[in-house]
């Protein structure tokens, strides 16, 4: 399974961006992609996810009405569309999949997955 990101990059406070996560290798369409973040010296947090078959989805707390996730069956591509983003919301995103893995708080649990983009770094200047 290969997951590759894009669309990172600097924004100012209250703008926008949308991240991709092109998926290839899962022989099934039945998976979920998870958005994560980290910053330095704290612990990944997922922040949302989407069951790539039935498109049910999950957000966090922190990014709830800010941010969407969907994807794109024809493209085999997720999106993270993060809109009014806050200096907070700085951080390296990572995308990830797997099978089993619940719709729901538990999709917010790193050790849930696998298999794991290579990161994109999303600034926002204050």
């Excluded at 330095?40 to 922190?62: Q, T």
Aim: with cysteine.
């Amino acid at each position: 399974v290969q997951l590759v990101e894009s669309g990172g990059g600097l924004v100012q406070t209250g703008g926008s961006l949308r991240l991709s996560c092109t998926v290839s290798g899962f022989t099934s369409d039945d998976y979920t992609i998870g958005w994560f973040r980290q910053v330095p010296g704290k612990e990944r947090e997922g922040i949302s996810c989407i069951n790539y078959r039935d498109g049910r989805s999950y957000y966090a707390d922190s990014v709830k009405g800010r941010f969407t996730i969907s994807r794109d069956n024809v493209k085999n591509t997720a999106y993270l569309q993060m809109n009014n983003l806050k200096p907070e919301d700085q951080a390296v995103y990572y995308c990830t999949a797997d099978r089993l893995v619940v719709v729901g708080p538990s999709c917010s649990r790193p050790y849930a997955y696998d298999n794991w983009g290579q990161g994109t770094q999303v600034t926002v200047s204050s």
